[in-house]
């Protein structure tokens, strides 16, 4: 059960992850 | 067979089951169908189907184009409420199913017209059928939520409907990486981005199909009693979703969600030019998308975090919060324009996008406070059309207001201020209409069993 839940949250935590680093990379230039 | 292990009793969870598990199945849907705010990305592509670099006679423009997103918003507020009572009797797997069949059926019919060069097929596709996945898909997980979460209903529902903003977050670049790989001398790789899109979310979607459970009967979670007395405004019984919308708490918390979406699309839809216009010179074009970049996290940010905090302080003062504190930072932000502080502004702005986040992810857990767990997905659903309200109203109140204002000899720093106030008037409506809430009357409540 807890090595479902582990990999559960992995799949959709590692998308959301990319994601919000690759809008920050954008979001930097606003200060850079 | 298949139909057998979509039905709500094939669901209820096992003895022993982990509530955590469920939220990332919601998550799994959110995650997809969050992709229409992203759907942008497409449009100046779709503007050389034909010319492949440069538009051509015959092909589609940015105005015609814009159609497919406010169908697909429209359609979603409308299939909400629609379909909010089937997806609440056949269970979130089936509706989730559903939702995944259609958004991804969405993007394959829209892929034909890209081939035939049909725009109705895109409207019909992406607009009407994915409209359907994005309503359904969207309500699909609330009430399954709140029944495992009796103790943090926000929090659950936050979690899921954090995924829709941050389902814009992946699907910007993914849309980008995925249309420069398949580019080529004679296309601009967007049909073949749309099958990819559609294939991926198809899956992704199932993962939610496959892991979602119910509750069993009766279930709470371990060691978690109701409160012998509840809370003024949490109601200890149920109101049916037929009964519930002609009570005159279901359109004071329409209006309160109307008000607060209203004013973050205005500022969404304008983000990006007003920052540039009103700190000419200080801020260029990237740094704006960067801006707006940064907006998106906080809208996502904010959805988890607003709607945890209200199973602190309450639904009601969560809501005051959002009222008062935006009334007052939006009626600063023509100042902070006029003393030039770009960190200032910004910094108002990423808060006000949070609480416009907070609105959409609270809004579930107050629905349940209100009218109780028994029909809260379908009441949900219903409640959504003041979002395809609020995306009408919010861009034309900022863009028809705004030219009005140009056309009369205003500058276009200062068209921005009286903007800026309009918003602070729609907040005093929501702020209004949240102090007017109270109990609903024991005489709507449900009599019979509440296991619908």
Redesign the interface.
């Known amino acids: 059960?807890r090595g479902?839940?582990i990999l559960?949250?992995l799949?959709?935590g590692i998308?959301?992850l990319?994601?919000?680093t690759?809008?920050?990379k954008?979001?930097?230039?606003?200060?850079? | 067979m298949a139909s057998s292990f979509l039905d709500r009793e094939h669901t209820v969870a096992p003895p022993g089951s982990n509530r955590y598990l469920v939220p990332p199945a919601a998550l799994a849907v959110h995650l997809c169908i969050g992709q229409v705010y992203a759907f942008s990305t497409f449009n100046l592509p779709l503007t050389k189907m034909l010319g492949t670099t440069q538009s051509v006679p015959g092909d589609w423009n940015l105005k015609e184009l814009g159609w497919i997103f406010s169908i697909a918003i429209a359609i979603l507020g409308i299939s909400a409420a629609v379909f909010g009572r089937w997806v609440e009797t056949v269970g979130p797997r089936k509706s989730m199913f559903t939702a995944a069949v259609c958004f991804s059926g969405g993007f394959m019919v829209s892929a034909l017209g890209i081939h035939w060069h049909q725009l109705w097929l895109l409207y019909l596709g992406y607009g009407v059928l994915g409209g359907c996945g994005l309503g359904i898909g969207y309500i699909s997980p609330v009430s399954t939520l709140i029944k495992w979460f009796p103790d943090r209903p926000g929090m659950a529902t936050g979690m899921a409907i954090m995924g829709f903003g941050g389902g814009a977050l992946i699907a910007a670049p993914l849309s980008v990486i995925l249309m420069t790989h398949f580019k080529t001398a004679t296309s601009g790789g967007v049909l073949e981005t749309f099958v990819t899109m559609g294939v991926i979310y198809f899956m992704f979607m199932m993962i939610g199909v496959y892991t979602v459970r119910v509750p069993a009967p009766g279930w709470k979670p371990a060691g978690w009693t109701p409160p012998a007395v509840p809370k003024t405004l949490i109601t200890a019984g149920n109101v049916s979703v037929d009964v519930a919308w002609r009570t005159p708490q279901f359109w004071l918390l329409w209006v309160i969600l109307c008000m607060n979406v209203t004013a973050g699309i205005g500022v969404i839809s304008q983000a990006s030019p007003m920052i540039q216009e009103i700190f000419a010179g200080k801020v260029s074009a990237d740094a704006a998308a960067g801006f707006v970049g940064l907006l998106s996290i906080f809208n996502m940010a904010g959805r988890i975090f607003w709607a945890s905090t209200s199973d602190y302080i309450g639904r009601r003062n969560t809501y005051m919060v959002f009222f008062l504190l935006g009334i007052v930072l939006y009626s600063t932000v023509p100042t902070l324009g006029h003393l030039g502080s770009v960190a200032l502004f910004v910094t108002a702005f990423v808060i006000i996008l949070s609480m416009y986040g907070g609105g959409f992810a609270t809004i579930p857990a107050y629905l349940r406070d209100i009218f109780g767990t028994m029909h809260v997905g379908a009441i949900h659903g219903r409640l959504l059309t003041a979002w395809s309200a609020a995306g009408v109203l919010g861009p034309v109140l900022i863009n028809y207001i705004r030219a009005y204002q140009i056309d009369h000899g205003v500058p276009k720093t200062q068209s921005y201020s009286i903007t800026m106030y309009i918003m602070c008037g729609l907040l005093v409506v929501g702020l209004i209409c949240n102090f007017a809430m109270r109990a609903v009357d024991d005489s709507r409540l449900y009599r019979g069993s509440a296991q619908s």
Not at chain 1, 26 to 32: C, M, Q, R, S
């Open positions: 059960m479902r839940l559960l949250w799949l959709v998308p959301l990319w994601g919000v690759e809008t920050l954008k979001a930097l230039k606003l200060f850079g």
